[in-house]
């Protein structure tokens, strides 16, 4: 019996999403143990090294590694097409993964000029993944509101990585390196940079590095989750999209609300809450539509995984709530104000993007491990069905203890309770235990096919 | 699953994944030879193409003016 992942002649890739989503979950647990560890990251607000590396850890290494290697799954299903190149993905994985390891260590580290080398390795890898969806992109045989999200999504994640690569630049001192005259062209690059970390720099620190975030948090992530699930809520329910103007709608008024809030934050503007309403409104029409899509769908019962990604759309509430809250001008800056800001931080990125993205690992996962060792043996062999490589009772307990690890350690910040950002968080790791016990289930199958004793004994099967 | 003549047509409309490319996979598994199955899915069956290749199968997808898809297979 083969037990390596099969991959069909021109067909999917399954080693390569499992590979993004099996280093994004290893940096889940590191990160959910980060926090039990040192809770006072979350409890009190600062912007020092060990937040900041946490943030990456979580928004880099978790996020942004579940949802690329995700994409390598997803968009060429979603857009009816294959993924233009595996090898640049699996390029791209390489440079992912030394850019994100390094530039978590050189924030933790404190090491400036490490950081600025990582970042770059990182943005290397990120242009290979902008190309290699670009021309996936280019090959669909019809636009569709999809497409237009992940195109946005793509030029979004492009001006994140540009802004950060930019405050890197701000950061760094290169009088040392201009010291020691090197050659004309290196000195040239260095004044530039120079000159252009001094423009970044009159910004001012927090207003850049809250303008970089939010093209990254709002414009990639929050763009995704819309964009796809016009796809994949219709096709996990069995349901279609309702009103095409609605949706095409909350996607427009998405990217009108990032261009302007992106702007808007980085120049202090009262512009900043009309914005972030425009954002708020194509929340609205999402959650509309999606309401639209739930009422109309033929499957009446929904899974744990459509139970996940749907508790955490809910959860933009609150988020879009808290994000009217700070941009507002009168907010005085206090104590308070601050825990609010780390409190609006968690929920947009564990209780809305990370409570999606296990939501959606539910769907992606089991798929994977099926068609991999099980699809090239149906009409032969009796093979599982997907619910048959997970366990239903750790997904109800994950999702529990979810929540429950989600409201704790928000009153925790709320209050600036260490206790209780660790016990809260403690809950969030026992969640991401059950994923864990499930993927690593799941992966079982790669050893342990389930399969009849007498097929399991017989020779390797012989293809047509 | 209907069978005429040399035609036997699978609809694996109003299935979640991975249910369509099982049915229609079961399906090729007992095609008669020289006959054509015509797959009918919600979706363009992306998965579906290549485990048929991997088979020793062709398969034709056309788009229909419903929004579905039939997709013709031949040994």
Redesign the interface.
């Known amino acids: 019996m083969r037990t390596a992942p099969a991959t ?5 890739s399954i080693a390569l999403p499992l590979a993004f989503v099996l280093t994004g979950l290893a940096a889940l647990c590191a990160g959910v143990v980060w926090l039990v560890l040192q809770p006072g990251l979350l409890s009190t607000y600062h912007y020092n090294q060990d937040v900041i590396a946490v943030t990456h850890l979580f928004v880099l290494g978790w996020i942004c590694t579940i949802i690329m290697g995700a994409m390598y799954q997803l968009v ?2 979603a857009l ?3 993924l233009y190149s595996n090898k640049l993905g699996c390029a791209q994985f390489v440079f992912h993964l030394v850019g994100v390891a390094g530039m978590v260590w050189a924030f933790r580290a404190r090491k400036m000029a490490a950081l600025a080398h990582y970042a770059s390795v990182f943005a290397f890898g990120v242009i290979l993944f902008v190309y290699n969806m670009a021309r996936t992109l280019r090959r669909t ?2 636009w569709n509101i999809t497409a237009s999200a992940v195109a946005a999504s793509l030029f979004w994640i492009s001006m994140a990585v540009t802004a950060g690569l930019s405050i890197a630049a701000a950061k760094c001192d290169y009088d040392p390196a201009l010291a020691l005259a090197p050659p004309a062209w290196i000195a040239a690059i260095l004044r530039g940079l120079q000159s252009f970390g001094v423009y970044v720099a009159h910004f001012g620190a927090i207003r850049t590095m809250h303008a970089h975030a939010h093209l990254g948090g709002a414009g990639f992530f929050i763009m995704l989750i819309v964009g796809v699930s016009y796809k994949l809520v219709p ?2 329910t ?1 349901s279609e999209v309702q009103s095409r103007a609605r949706a095409v709608g909350s996607i427009i008024l998405l990217n009108i609300g990032l261009a302007g809030s992106f702007l808007a934050i980085l120049r202090h503007s009262p512009l900043e809450s009309p914005f972030a309403c425009v954002i708020v409104a194509a929340l609205a029409l999402y959650g509309w539509e999606l309401a639209a899509i739930l009422r109309a769908r ?2 009446r019962a929904l899974d744990w995984g459509v139970k996940y990604f749907l508790t955490a759309v809910a959860l933009l509430l609150p988020v879009s709530a808290l994000s009217l809250v700070l941009c507002w001008s009168g907010l005085p800056q206090n104590t308070f104000t601050g825990q609010l800001e780390n409190l609006y931080g968690f929920l947009a990125l564990i209780g809305v993007v990370t409570f999606a993205i296990l939501g959606m690992l539910y769907k992606i996962v089991p ?1 994977l491990v ?2 991999g060792q099980y ?2 043996l ?3 062999v009796p ?1 599982p069905s ?1 619910p048959d490589l997970y366990s239903a009772r750790l997904q109800s307990l994950g999702y529990r203890a979810f929540l429950i690890g989600l409201a704790a350690t928000s009153e925790g910040i709320l209050l600036s309770n260490e206790t209780g950002v660790r016990i809260g968080c403690g809950f969030l790791a026992l969640a991401v235990s059950t994923m864990a016990l499930n993927v690593a289930g799941m992966l079982s199958h790669f050893f342990k096919p389930a399969l009849p004793p007498a097929f399991k004994t017989s020779t390797p099967l012989k ?2 | 699953m209907n069978n005429n003549n040399n035609m036997v047509e699978v609809d694996a409309r ?5 249910h369509p ?2 049915k229609i ?6 095609l008669p030879p020289g006959a054509e199955l015509r797959a009918r899915t ?3 069956p ?2 579906l ?3 048929l ?5 062709t398969a034709v997808t056309e ?1 229909q003016p419903d929004a579905s898809f039939i997709t013709r297979i031949r040994r």
């Open positions: 069909p002649a021109n067909g999917p060429p299903v009816e097409t294959h045989p019809r096709m996990f069995l033929k499957r798929f099926w068609f699809s090239r149906i009409g032969r093979v997907l293809t047509a | 109003g299935l979640m994944p991975p490319l099982a996979l079961e399906a090729v598994a007992v919600d979706w363009r992306i998965h193409l290549a485990q290749e991997q088979r020793g199968f788009e």
